[in-house]
């Protein structure tokens, strides 16, 4: 089945630069990737998405790109913010047998802002 | 702005014990989905219903979970009996999806509610 690892971990910034989320998967029919954005105790809200017919999409300070070769996808933030902080969780979507394809989720990284 | 609703937000229980979460989805949303987040982790699928019909519960631990949505709208996953390993935050998603009609290039996006935090005590 579809795995989805995520690096880095734990990352930590100053405010006003940028950050990268990594985000690598190992089924190529994966068609569509969300980015999701956790604070503490509260639910994950979705950022920005991107479909495999797109290489990059951007939105604001976040950019997504992704690179169906190599099968991976980052987030970019630019400008960060102390409010950025909070956990990013990037996921794959396979579609099968007619079916919506589930969510794999990596495991997250938590990005820090430091004012 | 519409929001996916659960209830209740904080359950504590006793192991052996039956726990139910409910959740209510965006109007009009024809998918909804159950996920289990254990902390550190990303969420991770339990069951994925298209109107009242479960399309995938492969991950679904059916010894002891159950869910259904009878009227297709609103949800329910009940636990029994719960055991200590079952602590984590249980996430109710929906999207507008529905096969036959989203060629799968729009209309997939997941919205999820605020979540239950279980602990099995």
């Known amino acids: 089945g579809e795995n989805v690892e995520q690096h880095p971990s734990t990352l930590s910034v100053q405010e006003g630069d940028s950050a990268v989320i990594k985000c690598t998967y190992s089924?190529?029919?994966?068609?569509?990737f969300p980015w999701y954005k956790q604070e503490l105790g509260k639910r994950p809200q979705l950022i920005i998405d991107i479909r495999s017919n797109v290489g990059e999409k951007k939105d604001q300070r976040i950019a997504v790109t992704l690179n169906k070769t190599a099968k991976h996808f980052s987030l970019h933030i630019t400008e960060t913010q102390p409010e950025d902080s909070a956990v990013y969780f990037c996921a794959a979507s396979i579609p099968y047998g007619g079916s919506q394809g589930n969510l794999i989720f990596g495991k997250g990284t938590k990005l820090s802002v430091k004012p | 702005e519409a929001e996916v609703a659960q209830s209740p937000r904080y359950k504590i229980t006793e192991k052996s014990q039956a726990v139910a979460f409910w959740c209510d989805p965006i109007?009009?949303?024809?998918?909804l989905y159950w996920y289990r987040q254990i902390l550190g982790q990303g969420p991770e699928l339990l069951v994925q219903?298209?109107?009242?019909?479960?399309?995938?519960d492969s991950q679904l631990p059916k010894d002891r979970f159950s869910a259904e949505r009878l009227k297709g709208v609103d949800s329910t996953l009940k636990i029994q009996p719960a055991e200590l390993g079952d602590s984590a935050m249980y996430l109710c998603?929906?999207?507008?999806?529905?096969?036959?009609?989203?060629?799968?290039?729009?209309?997939?996006?997941?919205?999820f509610g605020p979540g239950t935090r279980l602990t099995v005590t």
């Open positions: 089924d190529s029919a994966s068609n569509y």
């Open positions: 219903f298209q109107d009242e019909s479960v399309v995938d």
């Open positions: 998603a929906s999207s507008l999806w529905k096969q036959g009609i989203n060629p799968g290039l729009a209309g997939d996006e997941q919205y």
């Open positions: 109007s009009g949303h024809a998918t």
